[in-house]
Each structure stands twice: as structure tokens, then as C-alpha cells.
């Protein structure tokens, strides 16, 4: 267990760990979200996001944040929960917590090269976009994969 709690960095460690990997050559990638219930979605997304890099950092939306983004039910899993799981996962390198709606400080802070979300978002509307590429870096989007989302295996699990 401890092993997978080292990928699960305070800002400070988190801004270390990215000088390191640049230090190294490393391309960082950064995606975000909340990930209540880990679905084959969520495992595609993540895959095709390492993909585009050498690191990659998941924002992950802390409980304060998750409630008021989808309701007073959610999430169904605790942060500590959530983020265990996403640091189990190879293809994710590190994972931050945050409180607010957005991950923009975050972006902000570590200027990854590459900000990808999934297809269900126009990159026009990618929160930090316009940050990634003033400095150089490339947005986009991954194709969703049809038939799986938290939600409907909420509405599923309610028959």
C-alpha cells in the first residue's frame, strides 16, 4: 500500500517530482477528473493519455469538489479511495487532489506539455488550454469509449 500512496503527491512533491522528470527529458502529460467509479472509460482514457507522453499526472477532483460538481450523492468512492486506485494503475505516474471545480492552478503550476480530456469535451472549452499552448504545448481530446460511464452504472445498480 505504501508504494501506491508515493504517487499520491501534495503540490510541493508533485512540483519537485515534475523538475526531476524534465531534468530528464520527460514529456508531461496531465489529465483530470473525478473517477467515482473506475470503468474500462476511464482505463482507455488514461492509456491513450500516457500514450502521448513519457508522465503522466491525474488531477483528481477531491470529495468538496466532486459533490458540488455532480450532487450531494457523489462520489460514491472517497478521495483516498479514488486515488488509491488511479496510483495502482502503470500507466499513471502521480496524482494530485484538488478542492476546486477546475484543475487550472494545477495547470498553471506545472505546465505540462501535453492537456488531454475525454471526447465528451470541446477543446475550446479545456480549462487551462489556452495556459498549454502559451507555452508551446498541445490540447486535445480522446475519443470517448461508447457504453461506459459512471453514471449509468449508478442508474444501473439502482434497478
Known amino acids: 500500500m505504501e508504494l501506491l500512496k508515493a504517487k499520491i503527491l501534495t ?5 519537485k517530482r515534475v ?3 524534465r531534468m530528464l527529458g520527460d514529456k508531461i502529460v496531465f489529465t483530470n477528473g473525478c473517477f467515482d467509479i ?3 472509460g476511464h482505463v482507455y482514457l488514461l492509456s491513450a493519455c500516457k500514450q502521448e507522453g513519457d508522465r503522466l499526472v491525474v488531477g483528481l477532483n477531491a470529495d468538496v469538489s466532486v459533490k458540488r460538481l455532480k450532487g450531494k450523492t457523489r462520489p460514491i468512492n472517497n478521495e483516498q479511495s479514488r486515488a488509491i486506485v488511479l496510483s ?8 494530485i487532489l484538488f478542492e476546486e471545480d477546475t484543475p487550472l492552478h494545477l495547470i498553471t503550476a506545472l505546465q505540462p506539455d501535453v492537456l488531454i480530456k475525454g471526447g465528451d469535451w470541446e477543446v475550446s472549452t479545456i ?3 489556452d495556459v498549454v ?3 508551446g504545448g498541445l490540447v486535445k481530446t ?3 469509449l461508447d457504453g461506459h460511464s459512471t453514471t ?3 442508474e444501473k445498480s439502482n434497478y
Open 11 to 15: 503540490m510541493k512533491d508533485l512540483a
Open 19 to 21: 523538475a526531476f522528470w
Open 38 to 40: 473506475l470503468h474500462p
Open 88 to 95: 495502482a494503475l502503470g500507466d499513471v505516474d502521480a496524482v
Open 127 to 129: 480549462v487551462g488550454a
Open 133 to 135: 499552448r502559451a507555452n
Open 142 to 144: 480522446i475519443p470517448y
Open 152 to 154: 449509468a452504472i449508478i
